[in-house]
């Protein structure tokens, strides 16, 4: 999916005042770029830093995914410890599909530690009884359990779209043949066998729960603004090159012109790069999805009463997403 929203690349100043920002045809406007398999680039016009940053925010740590969260070691006889290893699995890009279905821990009133409503769990269990070529351990040994038994993968990428990702909590192997991430190598005799749980969380308490492997943003490229100072020997110009991607969204700046103080940026530049837990449009809607439930939150709260003896939610309703808790203790392996 390509192309520019304005035909001559600059639309209108991006820099202008906002007195015109709540009219309707003069909202917010996003304009998707490129969108491909594992990136989307989108510009965001009408708005203001703010909330162009607060976007950037969202989805950098507050979309709820799924990642390993406990995991117990029956057998591991490799030479990496149980805590390398249990670190390694915490980073393992498991598919969020459905994720919204799952209840946070904390939430949970249908146990203590975990269940089907808040978890979902995998196991692993790899030996080397007879090569003596080191075994290599990848992602694609977890397998998902049942009461029944193992449910094998449907499929082992990611998907173009959310129904195409794969059940919720399989390990997304993206590589060229399809195993994964390396966990460890066992030599010949040696044996790992382990449960992981895995839970719903967010990227602000634990880097494993982060969708994105990088968001990168960026508003005014020819620097008109000057909110960056540009270090250099002799000339500036000469020394810098020019925007070449996001310049071209813009128009350059002219020789001799005026410097407004009261401008503003007006237009934003997104390029997102999701791990493969959930597809980067996906990433994208669901990050002002966080906005929008964390504004009507906050909403809700200030239309209810201000009288003190009254109990007041607004701690509990303004707090936004948490990770899980095991008896208070935070993650947990």
């Not at 390993?68 to 670190?87: G, R």
């Not at 449960?195 to 982060?210: D, F, N, S, T």
Request: proline share 6%; glycine share 6%; with cysteine.
């Amino acid at each position: 999916m390509n192309g520019y929203e304005y035909s001559n690349g600059y639309g209108h100043d991006p820099y202008a005042n906002g007195d015109t920002l709540d009219l309707s045809d003069d909202g917010p406007r996003v304009t998707i770029r490129t969108l491909a398999h594992n990136t989307i680039d989108f510009s965001i016009r009408n708005t203001s830093l703010a909330l162009a940053n607060s976007l950037r925010r969202a989805i950098l740590a507050e979309i709820p995914t799924i990642a390993i969260d406990l995991v117990t070691i029956t057998t591991n006889t490799s030479v990496l410890a149980d805590e390398f290893i249990a670190h390694r699995l915490g980073l393992v890009p498991l598919s969020a599909k459905d994720v919204d279905k799952l209840q946070y821990s904390r939430d949970c009133d249908n146990c203590t530690d975990y269940c089907e409503n808040c978890s979902v769990v995998l196991t692993l269990d790899v030996e080397n009884r007879t090569s003596d070529e080191h075994i290599h351990v990848f992602a694609k040994a977890l397998f998902l359990s049942s009461q029944s038994g193992y449910r094998p993968h449907h499929t082992l990428h990611n998907g173009a779209t959310t129904d195409d990702l794969p059940e919720m909590g399989t390990p997304i192997c993206s590589d060229e043949d399809r195993n994964g991430p390396l966990i460890c190598k066992l030599r010949k005799g040696q044996a790992l066998k382990i449960k992981a749980v895995a839970k719903k969380g967010i990227a602000i308490e634990h880097a494993k729960w982060a969708p994105t492997a990088a968001v990168g943003f960026e508003y005014d490229p020819w620097n008109k603004l000057r909110h960056t100072q540009y270090w250099y020997e002799v000339d500036a110009k000469e020394e810098w090159p020019a925007p070449e991607k996001n310049g071209q969204m813009e128009a350059p700046p002219q020789e001799g012109e005026p410097f407004d103080y009261n401008a503003e940026p007006r237009a934003f530049y997104y390029n997102l790069e999701s791990i493969g837990t959930m597809p980067p449009d996906a990433i994208f809607h669901n990050g002002i999805k966080v906005l929008q439930q964390k504004l009507a939150s906050v909403m809700t709260v200030l239309k209810e009463t201000s009288d003190p003896t009254q109990p007041n939610e607004f701690d509990n309703a303004a707090r936004g997403g948490q990770s899980p808790d095991m008896n208070g203790m935070g993650t947990a392996y």
